[in-house]
């Protein structure tokens, strides 16, 4: 017998069908798996670190708000209490699609040390009906519950 080399033609059908097969399930729509109100708080809760952050470096007190129910943006002073603020350019954070704040009363203001003017609670619904809440002490830490 000769001494043959490669695949048969059985092998390769074989290895078509499994990669076919693994390719139609990676397709499936996952999107019943995501939860927007998971993925928004986050989201929140990064950009109130990186707000955090920067007042610290660039010592300049930064306030987060609502802009809409779905929209965060922030604006900067020299300090929590003064009255007139300038927007911080294109800085804003939108939630994920099907995810909304409860409430757009609330704002929260990191000094030049990072700390928090007030302790806050930002809550997310999603049309899905789920809750996401995160947590903003006065002392600055965050936490998504």
Known sequence: MINQKGFS???TLVVVFLASLF???????????????????TG????????????????????IYP???KTISVKYSSKCSDTTKTPLGNTYLRLENGAS????????CYNSRGLS??????????TKGGVERVEVSIGG?????
């Open 67 to 69: 802009v809409n129910n």
């Open 23 to 41: 390719l139609s399930m990676g397709y499936l729509d996952f999107s019943k798996f995501i939860n927007p109100e998971e993925i928004s708080a």
């Open 9 to 11: 033609i059985i092998e």
């Open 117 to 126: 003017s007030n302790s806050t609670s930002i809550i997310i619904n999603s």
């Open 141 to 145: 830490s965050i936490k998504i519950l």
């Open 101 to 108: 704040f409860l409430s757009t009363t609330w704002s929260i």
């Open 44 to 63: 929140i809760a990064s950009f109130l670190r990186e707000m955090r952050s920067r007042s610290i470096a660039e010592t300049r007190a930064y306030t």
